[in-house]
C-alpha cells in the first residue's frame, strides 16, 4: 500500500509516485492535444458569426414559426419513401448478413478464410456511414429512393452481421452436440441448434437496426437519395424555414413512431 | 377388413419447432400484412431501369477508383479535411463528455428529484431524436459554416449517447455503497465522489471511447451540410465523378475508424 510520511506520521494515499506521476503525465498530454484541436477549430471559425449567434438563432427561430400547415399534403410521398427505403434496406441487409455471420462466427464458420472475409465485409460496411454510401450509389445509379434503399442495406449488413455473429458465437454448445449426435447434416444443426437459440436476438438487432435506419432514412435524401432529406434539401437551399419546421415535426413523428414500435417489439421478445 | 399396417411403416408424426409467435391469428396476420406492405412498397419504388443500366459502367470506375486511388492530386484538401475530422472529434468528446456527466447524473433517478431528472431525460431525448445531419443544419445557420458548427453538432448528439447510458449504468449499480455513504452523513457530492464515481468510472471510460469512435465516423458526413470535416471533400469528389479521389478519402476514413476501433477496445480491455 502506497504510504507518504508527513511529520512522522504514516498517510494513506491512494497511488504510489510513480503512478501519481504517471497518471498527471496522462493529464497534461491529454489537456494539451484538447488545446491543440481546439486552436485549430477556432482558426478556421469566424468569430464574427458565432458573436452573432443569439442575433441569428431568435430570428431563425422567428422564421420557423408557425410551420406552413398546408405543406403537408405533398409530404405523404416523401414519407412513405422514408418508410420504404428503412424497411427494405433493413430486410435486404438481414437477407444478405445472416449468411455472412454464419461464414464468421468463430463456431460455425467452414474455413479461417472466410471468416476474416466475413470481418472484411464487416468492417468496410460499417465504416462507411450510410449518408457515404448514399453519395456513392447516387453517383452509381442515379438520384431515387433505389440508391437510398441501397445505401441503407449496405451500411446495415456491417450492423447486423457484427450483432449476429457475436450472439451466435455466445450459443450454449450443448444442444449443437445433442443435435450432432443424432446424425444431423451442418444445415439441420444450424435450423434446429442454433436458430432457436439465437432467433431472439436476431429479432431484437433487426429491429433496432430499422430504428436507426428510420433516423438515419430521413436524412439520406440530402444528397439526393429521395424520401423526406430530398425535401428538407430543397426547402433549406430556398430558405423556406415554415416548410423545413413542418418537415422536422414530420421526422419527429416519424422518430417517435419507431421508438415506440421498437420498443414494443423488443420487450415482448424477451 | 382392415389392411394391418406393419408397425415400422406407421405414419410417425413430425416433430417441428413451436413458432415465435404462439398465436396463429397474430402470426398469420402479421405475415399477410407484411407480404402486402412489401407488393405495396416495391410496387411504388420507382426504378428508372435505363438510368441504373448506364450507372454499371460507372461502378466499373469506382471499383478503378478503388483499385487505384488517387491520393496525390487533391492531397492538400484530404490533408486538411482529415486533421479537421480528427480535431473535431477530440473537442467534440471532450466537451460532450463534460456536458453529459452531470446530465447522466441527473438522469438517474436514483439521485436526483423527480423535476430535476425529468429535465435531463427531457435534454437526452431531444438529443437522441433527430440525426447528426439535421443538429448541424441548426448548428450551421447559428454559427456559420466551419468545423465550430461539427464540434457543435457532434457534442450535442453525444449527450444523447453518453448521458443516456452513464444514467442506466448508475441506475443499474449496487445500491449498497450508496446506501452506506449515505448513511455516514455525506453531501450529494460526496456521495457521488465516493459511491458512484468508483462503481461506473470504468463503465464511463468504456463509453466514452465508444463515442470517440461514432464522433469520428459522423464527422466524415457533417461536412455534407458546411459543417467542417472531410465530409465536404467527399461530396465534391463525388459530384465531380472523381472516384480514385473519392476512394482515396474513404480507405482513409475506413483506415482511421479502423484504428480507432483497435485502440478503443484495447482501452477498453485495460479497464475492465
Given at each position: 500500500?502506497?504510504?507518504?510520511?508527513?511529520?512522522?506520521?504514516?498517510?494513506?494515499?491512494?497511488?504510489?509516485?510513480?503512478?501519481?506521476?504517471?497518471?498527471?503525465?496522462?493529464?497534461?498530454?491529454?489537456?494539451?492535444?484538447?488545446?491543440?484541436?481546439?486552436?485549430?477549430?477556432?482558426?478556421?471559425?469566424?468569430?464574427?458569426?458565432?458573436?452573432?449567434?443569439?442575433?441569428?438563432?431568435?430570428?431563425?427561430?422567428?422564421?420557423?414559426?408557425?410551420?406552413?400547415?398546408?405543406?403537408?399534403?405533398?409530404?405523404?410521398?416523401?414519407f412513405?419513401?422514408t418508410l420504404n427505403m428503412a424497411t427494405?434496406g433493413t430486410?435486404?441487409?438481414?437477407?444478405?448478413?445472416?449468411?455472412?455471420?454464419?461464414?464468421?462466427?468463430?463456431?460455425?464458420?467452414?474455413?479461417?478464410?472466410?471468416?476474416?472475409?466475413?470481418?472484411?465485409?464487416?468492417?468496410?460496411?460499417?465504416?462507411?456511414?450510410s449518408?457515404?454510401?448514399?453519395?456513392?450509389?447516387?453517383?452509381?445509379?442515379?438520384?431515387?429512393?433505389?440508391?437510398?434503399?441501397?445505401?441503407i442495406?449496405?451500411?446495415s449488413?456491417?450492423?447486423?452481421?457484427?450483432?449476429?455473429?457475436?450472439?451466435?458465437?455466445?450459443?450454449?454448445?450443448?444442444?449443437?452436440?445433442?443435435?450432432?449426435?443424432?446424425?444431423?447434416?451442418?444445415?439441420?444443426?444450424?435450423?434446429?441448434?442454433?436458430?432457436?437459440?439465437?432467433?431472439?436476438?436476431?429479432?431484437?438487432?433487426?429491429v433496432f437496426r430499422w430504428d436507426i435506419n428510420l433516423r438515419e432514412s430521413t436524412v439520406i435524401?440530402?444528397?439526393?437519395?429521395?424520401g423526406l432529406?430530398?425535401?428538407?434539401?430543397?426547402?433549406?437551399?430556398?430558405?423556406?424555414?415554415?416548410?423545413?419546421?413542418?418537415?422536422?415535426?414530420?421526422i419527429l413523428l416519424l422518430v417517435l413512431l419507431s421508438e415506440a414500435t421498437s420498443?414494443?417489439?423488443?420487450?415482448?421478445?424477451? | 377388413?382392415?389392411?394391418?399396417?406393419?408397425?415400422?411403416?406407421?405414419?410417425?408424426?413430425?416433430?417441428?419447432?413451436?413458432?415465435?409467435?404462439?398465436?396463429?391469428?397474430?402470426?398469420?396476420?402479421?405475415?399477410?400484412?407484411?407480404?402486402?406492405?412489401?407488393?405495396?412498397?416495391?410496387?411504388?419504388?420507382?426504378?428508372?431501369?435505363?438510368?441504373?443500366?448506364?450507372?454499371?459502367?460507372?461502378?466499373?470506375?469506382?471499383?478503378?477508383?478503388?483499385?487505384?486511388?488517387?491520393?496525390?492530386?487533391?492531397?492538400?484538401?484530404?490533408?486538411?479535411?482529415?486533421?479537421?475530422?480528427?480535431?473535431?472529434?477530440?473537442?467534440?468528446?471532450?466537451?460532450?463528455?463534460?456536458?453529459?456527466?452531470?446530465?447522466?447524473?441527473?438522469?438517474?433517478?436514483?439521485?436526483?428529484?423527480?423535476?430535476?431528472?425529468?429535465?435531463?431525460?427531457?435534454?437526452?431525448?431531444?438529443?437522441?431524436t433527430?440525426q447528426?445531419?439535421?443538429?448541424?443544419?441548426?448548428?450551421?445557420?447559428?454559427?456559420?459554416?466551419?468545423?465550430?458548427?461539427?464540434?457543435?453538432?457532434?457534442?450535442?448528439?453525444?449527450?444523447?449517447?453518453?448521458?443516456?447510458?452513464?444514467?442506466?449504468?448508475?441506475?443499474?449499480?449496487?445500491?449498497?455503497?450508496?446506501?452506506?455513504?449515505?448513511?455516514?452523513?455525506?453531501?450529494?457530492?460526496?456521495?457521488?465522489?465516493?459511491?458512484?464515481?468508483?462503481?461506473?468510472?470504468?463503465?464511463?471510460?468504456?463509453?466514452?471511447?465508444?463515442?470517440?469512435?461514432?464522433?469520428?465516423?459522423?464527422?466524415?458526413?457533417?461536412?455534407?451540410?458546411?459543417?467542417?470535416?472531410?465530409?465536404?471533400?467527399?461530396?465534391?469528389?463525388?459530384?465531380?465523378?472523381?472516384?480514385?479521389?473519392?476512394?482515396?478519402?474513404?480507405?482513409?476514413?475506413?483506415?482511421?475508424?479502423?484504428?480507432?476501433?483497435?485502440?478503443?477496445?484495447?482501452?477498453?480491455?485495460?479497464?475492465?
Amino acid at each position: 500500500m502506497p504510504v507518504s510520511v508527513v511529520h512522522g506520521h504514516k498517510v494513506w494515499q491512494r497511488r504510489d509516485r510513480a503512478t501519481a506521476l504517471k497518471h498527471w503525465l496522462g493529464w497534461i498530454v491529454g489537456v494539451c492535444l484538447f488545446m491543440v484541436c481546439w486552436r485549430i477549430i477556432a482558426g478556421a471559425t469566424n468569430w464574427f458569426f458565432v458573436w452573432d449567434a443569439p442575433r441569428q438563432g431568435s430570428e431563425f427561430f422567428g422564421r420557423l414559426f408557425p410551420p406552413e400547415w398546408s405543406y403537408v399534403v405533398e409530404l405523404g410521398r416523401p414519407f412513405w419513401d422514408t418508410l420504404n427505403m428503412a424497411t427494405l434496406g433493413t430486410l435486404i441487409s438481414v437477407v444478405i448478413a445472416l449468411p455472412i455471420a454464419v461464414l464468421t462466427a468463430r463456431n460455425t464458420t467452414p474455413h479461417p478464410l472466410l471468416r476474416a472475409l466475413g470481418l472484411l465485409i464487416i468492417v468496410v460496411s460499417r465504416s462507411v456511414n450510410s449518408l457515404i454510401w448514399a453519395l456513392l450509389l447516387v453517383a452509381i445509379l442515379g438520384p431515387g429512393v433505389l440508391a437510398g434503399v441501397l445505401a441503407i442495406a449496405l451500411r446495415s449488413i456491417g450492423f447486423v452481421g457484427k450483432l449476429f455473429y457475436e450472439a451466435i458465437e455466445e450459443v450454449n454448445p450443448a444442444p449443437i452436440e445433442a443435435i450432432t449426435a443424432t446424425g444431423a447434416s451442418p444445415t439441420q444443426i444450424l435450423s434446429y441448434a442454433i436458430l432457436p437459440q439465437v432467433l431472439p436476438s436476431l429479432v431484437g438487432v433487426s429491429v433496432f437496426r430499422w430504428d436507426i435506419n428510420l433516423r438515419e432514412s430521413t436524412v439520406i435524401g440530402l444528397v439526393g437519395a429521395g424520401g423526406l432529406g430530398l425535401q428538407l434539401d430543397a426547402a433549406v437551399n430556398a430558405l423556406q424555414w415554415p416548410r423545413a419546421s413542418l418537415i422536422f415535426l414530420v421526422i419527429l413523428l416519424l422518430v417517435l413512431l419507431s421508438e415506440a414500435t421498437s420498443a414494443r417489439v423488443r420487450r415482448s421478445i424477451t | 377388413m382392415k389392411a394391418k399396417v406393419p408397425l415400422s411403416h406407421a405414419p410417425c408424426p413430425r416433430w417441428s419447432p413451436p413458432p415465435l409467435i404462439a398465436n396463429p391469428l397474430l402470426r398469420w396476420g402479421l405475415l399477410l400484412m407484411g407480404g402486402l406492405y412489401l407488393l405495396a412498397a416495391f410496387s411504388t419504388l420507382e426504378i428508372n431501369w435505363e438510368r441504373v443500366a448506364a450507372g454499371m459502367s460507372r461502378s466499373l470506375q469506382v471499383f478503378a477508383g478503388f483499385l487505384q486511388p488517387d491520393f496525390a492530386s487533391r492531397w492538400w484538401e484530404i490533408q486538411s479535411g482529415v486533421l479537421e475530422s480528427l480535431t473535431m472529434t477530440v473537442v467534440a468528446t471532450v466537451i460532450g463528455t463534460a456536458l453529459s456527466v452531470p446530465i447522466g447524473l441527473g438522469a438517474a433517478r436514483t439521485l436526483t428529484p423527480l423535476p430535476v431528472y425529468l429535465f435531463c431525460r427531457g435534454m437526452i431525448a431531444l438529443a437522441r431524436t433527430f440525426q447528426e445531419v439535421i443538429i448541424a443544419i441548426f448548428f450551421v445557420v447559428l454559427v456559420g459554416f466551419g468545423p465550430l458548427a461539427g464540434v457543435l453538432t457532434l457534442s450535442f448528439a453525444s449527450i444523447g449517447f453518453l448521458a443516456k447510458l452513464l444514467a442506466e449504468e448508475i441506475e443499474a449499480m449496487q445500491p449498497a455503497p450508496l446506501e452506506a455513504i449515505r448513511t455516514t452523513g455525506a453531501s450529494w457530492l460526496q456521495l457521488v465522489t465516493y459511491a458512484v464515481m468508483p462503481q461506473v468510472l470504468p463503465r464511463l471510460v468504456g463509453l466514452i471511447t465508444y463515442r470517440f469512435d461514432i464522433n469520428l465516423r459522423e464527422s466524415a458526413i457533417v461536412g455534407v451540410v458546411g459543417a467542417g470535416g472531410i465530409g465536404a471533400t467527399l461530396q465534391t469528389a463525388f459530384s465531380r465523378y472523381d472516384f480514385d479521389v473519392a476512394a482515396a478519402i474513404l480507405l482513409i476514413i475506413i483506415g482511421l475508424v479502423w484504428a480507432t476501433e483497435v485502440g478503443a477496445g484495447a482501452i477498453r480491455r485495460r479497464i475492465q
